[in-house]
C-alpha cells in the first residue's frame, strides 16, 4: 500500500488554482506547446498550519515561471491520496486528474481500465534529468510490456515504530526495539497495562491495510502471499496462522491491541498522535504523517527492523508510489507533467527533497526516506548530504532501521484485490472471540486463487 511512503493528500486550491479532472478545454495543449495540466496529492490545508501547502504552492509558482506555457491546477482526491476503493471508482468514471497518484500495486487496474497513457518515449534527460539514477525498483511497478505509464517517485519498506515515552514508563527500552513478535507481544502487554486507552500495539484489518500488513507480517516469516510462479495462493500454513494466532492472542489473551479495531491508515495514526499506540508496524514515512497530520510530536518516535519469529526477520514488505499519466493526454501535456515531476521529486534541493524549508516549518529532517536512488550515485549522496546539514531529528532513533539488513520483498501481483480479501481474515481475529483461524485462511485462499486464475 504505501506506505506508505504514502504522501497524504490533500488541500484545495493553489495559486495555480483548484480545477476538476477533466476534459474541458482549459485543460488541452494548445498548437503553440503549451499546456495545462491537472495534478493531484498536494499537502493538506490543515498540514503544518498550511505551511506544506504554501511551500508547494511556491513550488508551483517557481516551476511556471521557469516554464512558461505551463499551467499547473491542483485537485483534491480526499484526505489520503489513494483510498483504493475511491480510486478505483475515479478509474472507472475516468475522473482522474491528468497527472494522478498511485501505488505501485495499482498498474494492473489502471490498464485493465484503460486509463494510463504510454510515456515511454517522452522519459528523456530533458523531461527527467536525474531518472538514471533511479532504484529499478522504482521504476519497474510502472512498467508493463517495456511500456512507462507511470513515474515511481517514493519506495519504503516496513519496521516497527515504537512510541519513545510509552517505552520508558513501561520500563521498556526504546533504543532496542522488539526484534521478535513474541518480543512484541511481551511489550504491547506492559505498554498496555499502562492503562487510559493506551495499546501496547496497534494494527490495520480495514480499506485493504489489514491485508498489506498481513503480507508484511508473513514475509517477516519467510513466507510469501503468492507461488513463485504468481498462479496460486501461499499463505494458507503455518506461518500465514502464526500472523493470525499472534494478533488473536494479542487481542483476546492479552487486550494488548486494544479494543477498538477495523482501523485504516488515517485511523491508527490519528490514534498514534495522541499518544495512545506503543508500536504498530510503518515505514519512516508514517512518524511525518503523525507529526504534520496528526498532531504528534517527532522526538517521541523512533523506528527498528521489522520483527521475525523467533529471530531476525526473514523479508520485510517493500512498496511505493508515483504517478500515472491520464490516457489521452497530448505530447506537450505528458512532457509538462513529466517536467514537473522531475523539479517536484528528483531534485535535491527542492520539492520533497527541500529539507532546509521543510526544517524551517518543523517538518522532521532526518528520516531514512524515502527510499528511490541508487547506493552511491552522485544524487544520492547529494541528498543524505543536504539531509544531513538540516536535519532536526536525534539519529540515533532511526539508526536501529537505517542499519538493518532485512531483505524489502515487493507485494504481490494483483495486492489490492489480495489485500480486499485478507481484510476479512484480519477482522475477524481482532473482533471475534471464536474466530476459526483454519477457514479464514481457507476461505481466503479459495478467493485469491479466482483473482489469480483472472491474471491474464
Request: a negative charge.
Amino acid at each position: 500500500m504505501s506506505i506508505k511512503l504514502l504522501r497524504v493528500a490533500l488541500a484545495v486550491g493553489l495559486a495555480a488554482g483548484l480545477a476538476a479532472c477533466g476534459d474541458s478545454k482549459d485543460d488541452a495543449a494548445s498548437g503553440d506547446g503549451s499546456a495545462t495540466i491537472t495534478v493531484d496529492c498536494p499537502p493538506q490545508k490543515t498540514d503544518n498550519n498550511g505551511k506544506s501547502l504554501e511551500l508547494w504552492n511556491a513550488d508551483v509558482a517557481a516551476f511556471q515561471k521557469a516554464h512558461p506555457g505551463v499551467t499547473i491546477k491542483t485537485v483534491s482526491v480526499g484526505s489520503q491520496c489513494d483510498n483504493p476503493p475511491d480510486f478505483t471508482a475515479r478509474l472507472q468514471g475516468g475522473t482522474q486528474a491528468d497527472i494522478f497518484y498511485g501505488y505501485m500495486t495499482d498498474l494492473d487496474q489502471v490498464l485493465d481500465a484503460g486509463a494510463a497513457e504510454d510515456i515511454t518515449k517522452y522519459i528523456t534527460p530533458e523531461t527527467i534529468p536525474n531518472w538514471d539514477k533511479v532504484l529499478p525498483a522504482i521504476k519497474d511497478p510502472f512498467v508493463e510490456n517495456g511500456k512507462t505509464y507511470g513515474i515511481g517517485y517514493a519506495g519504503y519498506g516496513l519496521g516497527l515504530v515504537v512510541n519513545k515515552n510509552l517505552f520508558k514508563q513501561a520500563g521498556l527500552d526504546p533504543s532496542k526495539p522488539p526484534a521478535t513478535w513474541q518480543e512484541v507481544a511481551a511489550a504491547a502487554k506492559k505498554i498496555s497495562a499502562l492503562g487510559n486507552g493506551i495499546a501496547g500495539y496497534q494494527e490495520y484489518s480495514a480499506g485493504n491495510t489489514g491485508g498489506w500488513h498481513f503480507s508484511a507480517a508473513l514475509y517477516s516469516r519467510g513466507g510469501s502471499v503468492v507461488s513463485d510462479d504468481g498462479k496460486k495462493a501461499a499463505f494458507n500454513n503455518d506461518m500465514g496462522k502464526a500472523v493470525l494466532q499472534n494478533l488473536h492472542d494479542m487481542r483476546f489473551t492479552d487486550n494488548s491491541v486494544g479494543d477498538k479495531q477495523l482501523l485504516q491508515w488515517a485511523d491508527l495514526l490519528t490514534n498514534a498522535g495522541a499518544g495512545k499506540v506503543g508500536m504498530y508496524v510503518g515505514a519512516p514515512d508514517t512518524i511525518k504523517a503523525i507529526v504534520t497530520q496528526f498532531k504528534g510530536k517527532y522526538e517521541d518516535w523512533a523506528i527498528g527492523p521489522m520483527p521475525g519469529d523467533n529471530g531476525p526477520a526473514k523479508a520485510t514488505l517493500g512498496g511505493g508510489s508515483g504517478y500515472f499519466f491520464k490516457k489521452g493526454l497530448s505530447p506537450a501535456q505528458i512532457k509538462a507533467g513529466l517536467q514537473w515531476l522531475a523539479f517536484e521529486e528528483f531534485t535535491p534541493g527542492q520539492g520533497q527533497f527541500n529539507y532546509s524549508a521543510q526544517k524551517d516549518m518543523g517538518v522532521p529532517v532526518g528520516l531514512p526516506e524515502p527510499l528511490i536512488w541508487k547506493p552511491g550515485s552522485d544524487v544520492q549522496q547529494q541528498d543524505d548530504q543536504l539531509k544531513k546539514a538540516s536535519s532536526n531529528l536525534n539519529l540515533a532513533d532511526y539508526a536501529p532501521y537505517a542499519a538493518s539488513p532485512v531483505t524489502i520483498k515487493a507485494e504481490p501481483p494483483r495486492a489490492q484485490a489480495i489485500y480486499a480479501v485478507l481484510d476479512a481474515a484480519m477482522s475477524a481475529v481482532l473482533t471475534q472471540p471464536g474466530a476459526d483461524i483454519n477457514a479464514l485462511l481457507g476461505t481466503a485462499e479459495q478467493k485469491v486463487n479466482t483473482i489469480l486464475s483472472q491474471e491474464s
